[in-house]
Structure formats: structure tokens, C-alpha cells
């Protein structure tokens, strides 16, 4: 509420307001207030009271005259123009000539002088002198205060109540209050009030009358309940009178007796008459002899003394036994971490025609190299330039291989003329880090849930293995090179802090990527692994729709959808389209769809019914991912259908 105030003053104690202003004041004793307005020039005007304006009083009497006033005296006026002179007189005086301007002072007279001429007239006033003018005279005392006018106060009320019956000033307050005027018109602008708090909600009324109940529907009649439990068996009837049965069958043969002790061994026969020895071989030529080799990812490259050439792709090897291979080269598995080395090739030494191989769990095995005087089994050439051929002849063994180690995934061979040369394998460790110890089973089975309402997925996929990963509270970061994720993409997490966790990926790099796991576990490792998985993105009564990974193979093989309250039919499948290598079928032509095998159980009772008239039905036209679940699934309880892929 805006209040305004007015204080009892003089007229004389007002300041004359600025140019486009006017003062309001209150002047009178009190109980004969009257209300004025005094303007820019200093005019005070009557605004008068309630009932009127009062008779205005005496007027003083006039103040005493001020003391003169202390100018300097004007200049004195300009002298007047001489009159014209009279013509001379011709003897006796002239009469006097018309009073005027003093004329030019004749020339003597021959004659006696004339009389002289009149006065000129006085000249103009000068102009008022420069002095400033004298202080103005004191005022005058003031009248006698006329009669009370025949007007009530002015009183002030708030909400009816009254505050003052006599109003002294009046002073415009409060927030966004502010007056103006227009000549001697004032203007005073009160701004309303905020609106109100908003009153509680009313009660809330009562429920009508329950609708009447819809007519049955038309539908066929459910599917015949399931068959009652087998009744208990009946008490065994009594022995029945007649006469004795046929002899049984004789009994099976006993089992054989123990086998006898084993006779002595009979006498060693007589050695045999030595073969006759064979001809000289002829001199070695070592030009389809290994000298050296290289290795360049996947290709293992050898060269013999001839300078010729070829090459082994490793990718095309089948290793059954590291005791079968020619090089340890070949028996390394990729990632750099934790390998079984007892099988593999440590060194080797050579002894005449004996190579002496060790394997990594120190035991040895010897292959003599195939010359005339000392020959053995062809099995172990892989192929006939690595055999020594025909004795007796000079060979040069410094370009031969005679020993080999291993260091992590370098090789090490040694020359017999003590030179070396090295290879490094490339162990293609896809995220940098430990090796892989433990196969992961592609196959994985998850969850998701809306609401009330879960999917539940079989799947197989890509595993990305020999991993490293990191911690931070529940941040996961897991690096892999390349990884081809995105966010909102789902995994499984293998060997990290937490083993098999189904969780989104949030972010992503070029070579990493987080999800949300437990506060718990180990900070880091280099032996993880995940697997990306498919997620729907729509589980709700009307429709269920399937997204595939950004990357992977993930292939869908089953899926288990439960709804809560089941009250749509038919209700509408979807599947990634055109993705054979990543999703659930191509399923983009009638050519190429992959109609799973459907089954629907009603689950709201206390067992469950399989809905026998479930049955899953496509357009053969358009729309090739996309299939519908009909066939009285909205049994407006809880359902649980399962597809098979």
C-alpha cells in the first residue's frame, strides 16, 4: 500500500521547484490547513482544502522603501548644434533671430555688436549611469491571517480506519511508486500487488458409478487345461491258483579265468652279416642349403646359398606339437603375455650328424641329419632342400645353422661360422597388452530391463582379447586399438575388476573406451577381454525392437521377452536389417528373412499355459526386419515368449 504525507510549512520555506515542476505543500495552523502549489516561477497557487477555500487574509502592510540606490551620475548630454549666425546688421541691432540650434559663429560684425541669442535647448539626458542598482528594501512583515475558510481538513484512512483527520504533508512511498506532473496537475502512479499464493487443491471428488460391463467377446474358447497328475498306484492283486511255471532260463557263463604267467623269453638269435657299404655321395651342393631368413607379418622368409628364395605364410601352419617344428618361430601364440613354453624350442647344439634340440621344459630330442653312412627316417624333413645329401664330400658349414634361442618374441640364430641374425614375431597383440592365458567363450547370455519388462538375449560375438585396462573408482577405461565403438554400445567385460559385466559403453576415443562398473577389484590389468553385444532399444507391451553393436559379429540366437501386463495383439518385432554378419539374418528381401520359431506362455497364474494360438506372421512385400507376434497375446496378465533364431 503507497501512503502519502504531507508537512505543515510556509510558502516561504518551499523551494521554487525546476522549470517543468510544481511543489505540493500544506500551509495553516493547525485544523485550517489549506493544500498549494507553487510552480516554477515562484507563483504559489491555492489548491484548497475538502469543503472549500477559506477568505483570503489582509495583505500586509508595504515594507519600508529601500535606501536609494548608489549609481553613478549619467555623462552629460552632447551639446546642442550652434544656431546659424544672423546676417550682419546694416547699422542699428538686427531683431533677435528664432531660438535654435546655435548657428556657426558669424564673422564679426562690421557693424556694433547684436544682441545675443537665446538659450539653446538643453540637450538629450545622458544614459543612465553604470552603477549596479541598490539592494531591494526588506519584506515587509506579514498580513494577518485571513479567516478559516469554510472547507473541512483533509483526513487520512487505511482499510476504513482513520489515521489523521488532519493531514500536515503528503509524501508518495513504496516499491514502484513514483509521481509526475503535467503543468500544475499531478500524477501519482501506485503499481498492484503481486498475486496471491495459489489455495490448496480442492478434494478430490468421489469415483462414479462403475460402467456397465462389455459383452462377452468373440474369440474362440482358450486352449484345453493341462492334464491331471497320474492317480496313485492300485494294491497289488492277490496270488492267482494255478500251477507252477515253466523252469527259468540257466544262468549266464562265469567270467574267464586269469591269464597264466608268461613263459621265459627264448634265446637272442644270431646278429645278421653287415651290409655291404654305399657309394661315395657326390660333393654337397649347398646352394639349396638355408643361409639366412626374415620375417615380415605373416610371412616367414628363407634364403638359400643359391640366393634364392621362399617364403612360409604362418596363418596357413597347423602346429600339432611343438616337438615337430622346424622353428621356434612357429610356435609362439599372439599377445605377449603368459605362454605354456614347456613344448617349445630353447637352443639347439650339433654333434657330427646329430642335431640336439632342447624344448623349454629341458628335455631333448635328437635328429640325424640323412647322409649315406648314417641315415634315418625321411618323417622328419619338412622339406628336401633342409636334408644333407650323399657323405664324403666337402660341405661349407659356416653358412649352416647351428644353434637357436629364444627372448620373449625374438629368435636368435646362430651360424657355423659364429655369426647370428635375428627374428622378431609379430605377436599382434590388439590393445598392447599381456597375452591371452584363457580362451573366453564367445557365446554370452544378458539381461535388460524396462520397467517392469525384461529381455533376455543369447548371443555370440567377437572376442577382443589380451587387453589393458584401468580404474578409477567406477570409471573402467579399457584400451583397444581401433575399436570401432560408439556410446550407448554394450559389452560384456571379461578378466578385469569385475568379470563378465553386461554395461554401456558412456565415452569413447579413438583407442579406448569407458563403462560404469563396481568400486571394487583390482586398478589395472593387460589380460582383459569383451565382447560387443546386441541391446534393444525399444521393450514395451506393443513392440520390441533390436539394435545391433556399431561393430562386432554378433550374431542373435535367442531371445526371451516378458511383458507384465500383456493387453496388445498383435505386437511387432524388429530386427536389424541387412545384417547377416552382425544382428539376427539379413533379413532385407523375402529371400533373406529368418522367421524365429515363436512359443507364448500365459504366466499370471499359479502354472503356466503354453498360448497355443501364438504363431509369428511378416509381409512378404516390405518391411523384411520387421515381424508380428500374434495369436491371443494380450491375455491382459503377464506373458513370456521366447524366439528362436
Given at each position: 500500500?503507497?501512503?502519502?504525507?504531507?508537512?505543515?510549512?510556509?510558502?516561504?520555506?518551499?523551494?521554487?521547484?525546476?522549470?517543468?515542476?510544481?511543489?505540493?505543500?500544506?500551509?495553516?495552523?493547525?485544523?485550517?490547513?489549506?493544500?498549494?502549489?507553487?510552480?516554477?516561477?515562484?507563483?504559489?497557487?491555492?489548491?484548497?482544502?475538502?469543503?472549500?477555500?477559506?477568505?483570503?487574509?489582509?495583505?500586509?502592510?508595504?515594507?519600508?522603501?529601500?535606501?536609494?540606490?548608489?549609481?553613478?551620475?549619467?555623462?552629460?548630454?552632447?551639446?546642442?548644434?550652434?544656431?546659424?549666425?544672423?546676417?550682419?546688421?546694416?547699422?542699428?541691432?538686427?531683431?533677435?533671430?528664432?531660438?535654435?540650434?546655435?548657428?556657426?559663429?558669424?564673422?564679426?560684425?562690421?557693424?556694433?555688436?547684436?544682441?545675443?541669442?537665446?538659450?539653446?535647448?538643453?540637450?538629450?539626458?545622458?544614459?543612465?549611469?553604470?552603477?549596479?542598482?541598490?539592494?531591494?528594501?526588506?519584506?515587509?512583515?506579514?498580513?494577518?491571517?485571513?479567516?478559516?475558510?469554510?472547507?473541512s481538513a483533509i483526513t487520512g484512512s487505511y482499510t476504513g480506519s482513520l489515521l489523521t483527520d488532519s493531514i500536515a504533508s503528503i509524501n508518495w512511498t513504496g516499491s514502484g511508486v513514483y509521481a509526475s506532473n503535467s503543468g500544475d496537475a499531478i500524477t501519482v502512479y501506485i503499481p498492484g500487488g503481486a498475486t496471491g499464493v495459489q489455495?490448496?487443491?480442492?478434494?478430490?471428488?468421489?469415483?462414479?458409478?462403475?460402467?456397465?460391463?462389455?459383452?462377452?467377446?468373440a474369440g474362440a474358447d482358450g486352449a484345453q487345461g493341462v492334464q491331471g497328475a497320474i492317480g496313485a498306484q492300485g494294491a497289488q492283486g492277490a496270488i492267482g491258483a494255478g500251477a507252477d511255471g515253466a523252469q527259468g532260463v540257466q544262468g549266464a557263463v562265469g567270467a574267464q579265468g586269469a591269464q597264466g604267467a608268461d613263459g621265459a623269453q627264448g634265446a637272442q638269435g644270431a646278429v645278421g652279416a653287415q651290409g655291404v657299404q654305399g657309394l661315395a655321395g657326390a660333393t654337397q651342393n649347398t646352394g639349396s642349403l638355408l643361409a639366412t631368413a626374415s620375417f615380415s607379418n605373416p610371412n616367414l622368409t628363407f634364403t638359400k646359398g643359391d640366393a634364392s628364395t621362399f617364403d612360409v605364410d604362418l596363418t596357413t601352419l597347423q602346429i600339432t606339437s611343438a616337438s615337430y617344428a622346424t622353428t621356434a618361430s612357429f610356435a609362439l601364440n599372439g599377445g605377449g603375455g603368459s605362454?605354456?613354453?614347456?613344448?617349445?624350442?630353447?637352443?639347439?647344439?650339433?654333434?657330427?650328424?646329430?642335431?640336439?634340440?632342447?624344448?623349454?621344459?629341458?628335455?631333448?630330442?635328437?635328429?640325424?641329419?640323412?647322409?649315406?653312412?648314417?641315415?634315418?627316417?625321411?618323417?622328419?624333413?619338412?622339406?628336401?632342400?633342409?636334408?644333407?645329401?650323399?657323405?664324403?664330400?666337402?660341405?661349407?658349414?659356416?653358412?649352416?645353422?647351428?644353434?637357436?634361442?629364444?627372448?620373449?618374441?625374438?629368435?636368435?640364430?646362430?651360424?657355423?661360422?659364429?655369426?647370428?641374425?635375428?627374428?622378431?614375431?609379430?605377436?599382434?597383440?590388439?590393445?598392447?597388452?599381456?597375452?591371452?592365458?584363457?580362451?573366453?567363450?564367445?557365446?554370452?547370455?544378458?539381461?535388460?530391463?524396462?520397467?517392469?519388462?525384461?529381455?533376455?538375449?543369447?548371443?555370440?560375438?567377437?572376442?577382443?582379447?589380451?587387453?589393458?585396462?584401468?580404474?578409477?573408482?567406477?570409471?573402467?577405461?579399457?584400451?583397444?586399438?581401433?575399436?570401432?565403438?560408439?556410446?550407448?554400445?554394450?559389452?560384456?567385460?571379461?578378466?578385469?575388476?569385475?568379470?563378465?559385466?553386461?554395461?554401456?559403453?558412456?565415452?569413447?576415443?579413438?583407442?579406448?573406451f569407458t563403462v560404469t562398473c563396481a568400486d571394487s577389484g583390482g586398478a589395472s590389468g593387460d589380460a582383459g577381454a569383451y565382447i560387443p553385444v546386441l541391446r534393444p532399444s525399444t521393450i514395451e507391451d506393443g513392440a520390441i525392437t533390436i539394435v545391433a553393436p556399431t561393430v562386432g559379429t554378433s550374431q542373435l540366437l535367442s531371445l526371451m521377452i516378458y511383458i507384465n501386463a500383456s493387453e496388445t495383439d498383435p505386437k511387432t518385432l524388429t530386427v536389424p536389417s541387412n545384417a547377416i554378419t552382425n544382428g539376427a539374418g539379413k533379413n532385407n528381401s523375402l529371400n533373406s528373412r529368418i522367421p524365429a520359431s515363436f512359443d507364448a506362455y500365459s504366466v499370471s497364474g499359479a502354472t503356466s499355459s503354453k498360448i497355443g494360438s501364438a504363431t509369428i506372421t511378416f509381409s512378404t512385400s516390405t518391411n523384411h526386419n520387421v515381424y508380428s507376434l500374434a495369436g491371443g497375446t494380450d491375455t491382459f496378465g503377464a506373458i513370456i515368449m521366447t524366439l528362436q533364431f
Open positions: 500500500m503507497a501512503q502519502i504525507n504531507i508537512k505543515i510549512n510556509s510558502g516561504s520555506d518551499i523551494s521554487t521547484p525546476v522549470s517543468g515542476t510544481a511543489a505540493v505543500f500544506a500551509s495553516g495552523s493547525l485544523g485550517s490547513e489549506a493544500l498549494y502549489l507553487k510552480n516554477a516561477s515562484g507563483t504559489i497557487l491555492s489548491v484548497g482544502s475538502g469543503g472549500g477555500s477559506g477568505v483570503q487574509g489582509a495583505q500586509g502592510a508595504q515594507g519600508a522603501q529601500g535606501a536609494p540606490g548608489n549609481g553613478a551620475q549619467g555623462a552629460q548630454g552632447a551639446i546642442g548644434a550652434q544656431g546659424v549666425q544672423g546676417a550682419p546688421g546694416a547699422g542699428a541691432q538686427g531683431a533677435q533671430g528664432a531660438i535654435g540650434a546655435q548657428g556657426v559663429q558669424g564673422a564679426p560684425g562690421a557693424g556694433a555688436q547684436g544682441a545675443q541669442g537665446a538659450i539653446g535647448a538643453q540637450g538629450v539626458q545622458g544614459a543612465p549611469g553604470a552603477g549596479a542598482q541598490g539592494a531591494q528594501g526588506a519584506q515587509g512583515a506579514t498580513g494577518a491571517q485571513g479567516s478559516p475558510g469554510a472547507g489455495g490448496a487443491q480442492g478434494a478430490q471428488g468421489a469415483i462414479g458409478a462403475q460402467g456397465v460391463q462389455g459383452a462377452t467377446g605362454t605354456d613354453t614347456g613344448s617349445l624350442l630353447t637352443t639347439a647344439s650339433i654333434s657330427d650328424a646329430t642335431v640336439t634340440f632342447t624344448k623349454g621344459d629341458a628335455s631333448t630330442f635328437d635328429i640325424e641329419v640323412n647322409n649315406v653312412t648314417s641315415s634315418i627316417s625321411a618323417s622328419y624333413a619338412t622339406t628336401a632342400s633342409f636334408a644333407l645329401n650323399g657323405g664324403g664330400g666337402s660341405t661349407d658349414t659356416g653358412s649352416l645353422l647351428t644353434t637357436a634361442s629364444v627372448s620373449l618374441n625374438t629368435i636368435t640364430f646362430t651360424k657355423g661360422d659364429t655369426s647370428t641374425f635375428d627374428i622378431t614375431v609379430n605377436t599382434g597383440s590388439g590393445g598392447g597388452g599381456g597375452g591371452v592365458s584363457t580362451i573366453f567363450d564367445p557365446i554370452v547370455r544378458y539381461e535388460y530391463t524396462s520397467g517392469s519388462d525384461v529381455g533376455q538375449f543369447l548371443s555370440s560375438g567377437t572376442v577382443y582379447a589380451g587387453l589393458s585396462w584401468s580404474r578409477s573408482t567406477t570409471t573402467l577405461t579399457v584400451t583397444s586399438t581401433s575399436h570401432g565403438l560408439s556410446s550407448g554400445d554394450w559389452v560384456i567385460i571379461r578378466n578385469m575388476n569385475q568379470d563378465y559385466l553386461h554395461a554401456e559403453i558412456t565415452s569413447t576415443g579413438a583407442n579406448s
